[in-house]
Every structure is written in C-alpha cells, then in structure tokens.
C-alpha cells in the first residue's frame, strides 16, 4: 500500500511554507500528494441577494451550471497557481490529484481524505482569520476533533520568518 497525504490550503500568505514543509513530510514518508482547496457554500446573505436580484432564468443557470463553471474556473486557478509559483518547492513530491470542493471545510477534507484513502492531513494551524487570535483557526479545530485519520498540524509562524526561509 502506498502512502498518501492529503494537504489542504487556503493558498493564502503562509501557502509557501506550509508547501516546504509539506514537501519534507511527504519526502520523508515517501508519499503522494493529493491537494484540496474548498469553496465554503453561499451564506444566507448571498443567496437573499440573489434571490431578490437575479431573474428566475439567470438563477436557475447559476444552480444547474454557473456554479460547476465557477468551480471549474477556480480549480484551474488553483491548479495554475501550485504549478507556477510552487512546483520549484514540490519539485521532490510526488503530486497526486488537485482538487476544488464546494462544500464546508472540515468534513469536506475528511470526506476526501476518507474517500482518497489518504494516511494523514496536513493543515496549516491558521487560515485566512490568522489574525483574529487564538491558538488555531476554526478549520483544522474541527478538522482535528473529527478527524477518523491522523491530522499534522503545521504551526504558524511570525511573518517576518517567511523572509528568512532557505527550505
């Protein structure tokens, strides 16, 4: 059986060092490596707007195919933004599937994790509410409480540190 991770980013500021360390886990594992970028659901704020403002027509598009267009758009973004600003860091990894889910963050990677038969997460401590305090952001809180399969958790680091990173 061979090992797999399963990392999943926000793809924000601290994307760069959680991708080198990323990178020294799965080496030392000799593991591949599926990544998961999720797109949280529309609040109820969103969908009032829409249900208010857009035309029966136009909604019933972006249900039925606006919104597989938008999650394609996204996962080629995604796709681009690992190959072109990350593949010198993940140059020794093995990279498996990139994925873009809709959906709600903590059972979404679990679910995915399940599903691709990965034997460890790796998350970043923090996501984008990195500065709204606490020890750990909401994500890899629940991911860690309901998590059938081991979660390795990357702590945050101070941002002038990313400066100084030769790894």
Same mark, same amino acid.
Not at 64 to 69: H, V
Not at 121 to 134: E, I, R, W
Not at 135 to 141: E, K, L, N, R
């Given at each position: 059986?061979?090992?797999?991770?399963?990392?999943?980013?926000?793809?924000? *500021?601290?994307?760069?060092? &959680?991708?080198?360390? @990323? $990178? #020294? =886990?799965?080496?030392?594992?000799?593991? +591949?490596?599926?990544?998961?970028?999720?797109?949280?659901?529309?609040?109820?704020?969103?969908?009032?707007?829409?249900?208010?403002?857009?035309?029966?027509?136009?909604?019933?598009? *972006?249900?039925?195919?606006? &919104?597989?267009?938008? @999650? $394609? #758009? =996204?996962?080629?973004?995604?796709?681009? +933004?690992?190959?072109?600003?990350?593949?010198?860091?993940?140059?020794?990894?093995?990279?498996?599937?990139?994925?873009?889910?809709?959906?709600?963050?903590?059972?979404?990677?679990?679910?995915?994790?399940?599903?691709?038969?990965?034997?460890?997460?790796?998350?970043?401590?923090?996501?984008?509410?990195?500065?709204?305090?606490?020890?750990?952001?909401?994500?890899?809180?629940?991911?860690?409480?309901?998590?059938?399969?081991?979660?390795?958790?990357?702590?945050?680091?101070?941002?002038?540190?990313?400066?100084?990173?030769?790894?």
């Amino acid at each position: 059986m061979s090992n797999r991770i399963l990392f999943s980013t926000d793809l924000g *500021l601290y994307s760069p060092y &959680l991708m080198r360390q @990323l $990178s #020294k =886990i799965a080496v030392s594992m000799q593991a +591949t490596v599926d990544i998961i970028h999720v797109i949280e659901p529309m609040g109820v704020f969103a969908e009032s707007i829409i249900n208010s403002y857009v035309p029966d027509n136009d909604r019933r598009y *972006l249900r039925e195919q606006g &919104l597989a267009d938008v @999650l $394609s #758009k =996204i996962k080629g973004q995604v796709i681009q +933004t690992i190959t072109e600003d990350y593949m010198d860091i993940l140059k020794t990894v093995d990279l498996g599937e990139v994925m873009v889910e809709l959906g709600h963050p903590a059972q979404t990677i679990i679910n995915q994790a399940l599903k691709g038969g990965s034997q460890i997460l790796v998350l970043g401590s923090h996501g984008q509410s990195a500065f709204q305090g606490g020890p750990m952001g909401s994500v890899v809180t629940k991911v860690m409480q309901l998590s059938p399969i081991p979660v390795l958790m990357v702590p945050m680091m101070n941002l002038g540190d990313l400066d100084r990173l030769d790894n």
